[in-house]
């Protein structure tokens, strides 16, 4: 299990103190679908950086299997956790193989690292652009290939380090695609966690996406989690509008056509 | 695109490419020897005493070091293109050089009477240690200066670049100024780089460091290829960041500042031989460090059979033929890299 309890973090800075996070808590469990929403500056990404290892809490706690994060080396925690940014900036021209290959701290075979770099390539759909340079890609091609590179990293602890399934924190990792490719983005989170135990937590803007596929929601605001639960239990009107101070229309769950709430944002 | 040539056969075939410029290099000059003269001396058979001294005293070390601080101006550049994510850093574009440089010309100006009180060799290794903090102290600058987030803006990196060079270039001219120190040597030198005056001694002092750089920077190639994604993808990837940025920039400033102390300042190998190697291999450090050792090495022998011969008897200083074939290439890299550099 990913955790944190009662995660506190505080920026210094020459006005004094900020505090970009107060008493967190969550859980993110092994199978586990996990999505964090909440407006611009609520703190997610603060908080995907505390739970990944790159901040360390300034109180409280972040874990991983009841080991705080800060003691694990880098190499070994990256063969249970995998992390992609909400951007990559890459200014030398490798091949989409070669950024691909970047996620293997750990020494592979040559087979061992085709197999792997096939299989990631093929699930974000982008295993014609192999060959390709990626700075001639488009950004959204370049954010599946991103993501080849992130998931490619936990399978391969899995399938040849017999690693137990590790954690995959996803940051917008949707911002740049296509209809079609969000859904398979979504669809292979699902099947990371269904399938291979994976525990996901992804930051995400879209509530309706969140809602469609994600076990559990949680809402931040201003650097705490205000709910936290099922989409059918956090999803409410009031919630939403008082997260967003946006007016919306949620949907209930229809027979035969969404089994998801529905949130429809009104205009003002 | 980079060409699809097989990494090892390239790094090969510039190896060869080296040993040929040494072989000219060590027959060209003012008296003009056959390759196997040269070559006979080398190897111990010489054919007279005179060529003997020539090659043995005079080219020999002037040949090996100019392909060592070639070497050493070279993996530094293509290491801190790494480190700041850009291909448009440069060891003396970005004021690393001239660092190194003003902190020798102190130690030489400032430092000149409890210098004398140190023995012989001890001397000999302040001005390159001094010249190691000087250029080490404008790597932290710079990197602090025009990084944030993780992230490196170009254009500031440049520009901070500039200002160092400039305090740095003025402190060096006034302090070569107002020395009457004999062992001081010529603004030139530091200014514009020769390889004129060559020692063993010279030599040994540039290539401790820059072998010792050769043997431990493979090791961080990888680490070095993820950070070119962001300081935090590569520690996501599982990397030792902070580990990697001591020793990268330790290396780099070890390896530039023996170079600038035997050398002066010879601008431009560090931009443009990784690029070259870049445009052959592609960006894979593993490949971007040997071959970008070979093409400086290459560079700097042909600047240096450049500045012997086209004025002869005269002698130019290198400075002037690296920059310009440097000048345009770096206006031409600017070009490619226009729409990423802003402020």
């Keep these: 299990m990913l955790s944190t309890i009662d995660l506190q973090l505080a920026l210094e800075s020459k006005q004094g103190s900020k505090t970009i996070l107060n008493k967190v808590s969550l859980n993110v469990s092994a199978g586990e679908l996990m999505v964090v929403l909440g407006p611009n500056g609520a703190g997610k990404s603060t908080l995907l950086k505390c739970l990944s290892g790159e901040m ?213 | 695109m980079r060409t699809s040539i097989n990494p090892k056969l390239a790094l090969g075939l510039l190896g060869i490419g080296l040993i040929v410029f040494c072989a000219i290099s060590l027959s060209v000059g003012a008296m003009n020897l056959s390759v196997s003269d040269v070559l006979g001396s080398v190897f111990g058979r010489a054919v007279d005493q005179q060529t003997d001294l020539v090659v043995m005293d005079i080219r020999l070390p002037r040949v090996l070091l100019g392909v060592m601080v070639g070497a050493a101006l070279a993996i530094s550049g293509a290491v801190m293109q790494g480190l700041f994510r850009n291909p448009l850093a440069d060891p003396a574009l970005v004021g690393v050089s001239s660092g190194a440089a003003l902190a020798a010309v102190t130690v030489i100006v400032l430092g000149g009477t409890w210098l004398q009180s140190w023995t012989g060799w001890l001397e000999s290794l302040a001005i390159p240690l001094a010249a190691f903090l000087g250029g080490i102290l404008v790597t932290i600058v ?84 993820s950070f070119l994604m962001g300081e935090s993808v590569s520690y996501q990837s599982g990397f030792n960041v902070k580990q990697l940025k001591r020793v990268t920039i330790a290396l780099t400033a070890l390896a530039v500042g023996a170079a600038v102390s035997v050398s002066g300042l010879i601008g431009f190998v560090g931009l443009v031989a990784p690029h070259l190697v870049r445009l052959i291999l592609g960006p894979d450090h593993r490949w971007v460090i040997p071959g970008s050792a070979l093409m400086g090495g290459m560079l700097v022998l042909v600047s240096d059979i450049l500045a012997r011969t086209l004025l002869s008897p005269a002698e130019l200083p290198i400075g002037i033929l690296m920059s310009a074939i440097g000048g345009p290439f770096f206006l031409w890299l600017l070009m490619q890299h226009r729409s990423r550099i802003r402020l």
């Design chain 1, 56 to 268: 360390k809490p300034t109180a409280g706690s972040a874990m991983m299997d009841a080991v705080p994060l800060h003691l694990l080396a880098p190499e070994d925690l990256a063969l249970r956790r995998a992390v992609m940014p909400q951007s990559v900036q890459l200014d030398f021209p490798f091949s989409v193989t070669e950024v691909v290959e970047m996620g293997q701290r750990h020494a592979l075979s040559t087979i061992e690292l085709q197999q792997i770099v096939d299989k990631a390539l093929g699930m974000f759909d982008v295993q014609h652009l192999k060959a390709r340079d990626y700075l001639t890609l488009s950004g959204g091609e370049q954010q599946r290939v991103q993501l080849a590179r992130v998931v490619g990293q936990l399978l391969a602890a899995m399938e040849f380090k017999q690693v137990v399934p590790g954690y995959l924190l996803l940051d917008e990792c949707t911002s740049s695609l296509d209809l079609s490719h969000q859904h398979l983005v979504f669809k292979v989170a699902r099947q990371l966690a269904d399938h291979h135990g994976m525990g996901v937590l992804m930051i995400l803007h879209d509530l309706n996406l969140a809602s469609q596929y994600a076990d559990q929601l949680v809402l931040m605001k201003q650097g705490e989690i205000r709910y936290q639960g099922s989409p059918i239990e956090v999803l409410t009107e009031a919630v939403v509008q008082e997260i967003y101070d946006f007016p919306v229309k949620v949907l209930p769950p229809q027979e035969g056509v969404n089994d998801w709430p529905l949130v429809l944002p009104l205009s003002h």
């Design chain 2, 142 to 225: 710079i990197f602090k200066f025009s990084t944030r987030n993780g992230r490196t803006d170009v254009g500031l990196m440049l520009l901070s670049g500039i200002a160092i060079n400039a305090i740095a270039g003025s402190a060096t001219g006034l302090l070569t100024y107002v020395a009457s120190d004999e062992a001081l040597r010529s603004l030139t030198f530091w200014s514009m780089g020769s390889l004129a005056s060559a020692t063993w001694q010279d030599v040994a002092i540039v290539t401790v460091p820059t072998l010792l750089a050769l043997a431990i920077l493979p090791f961080f190639a990888r680490a070095l290829n």
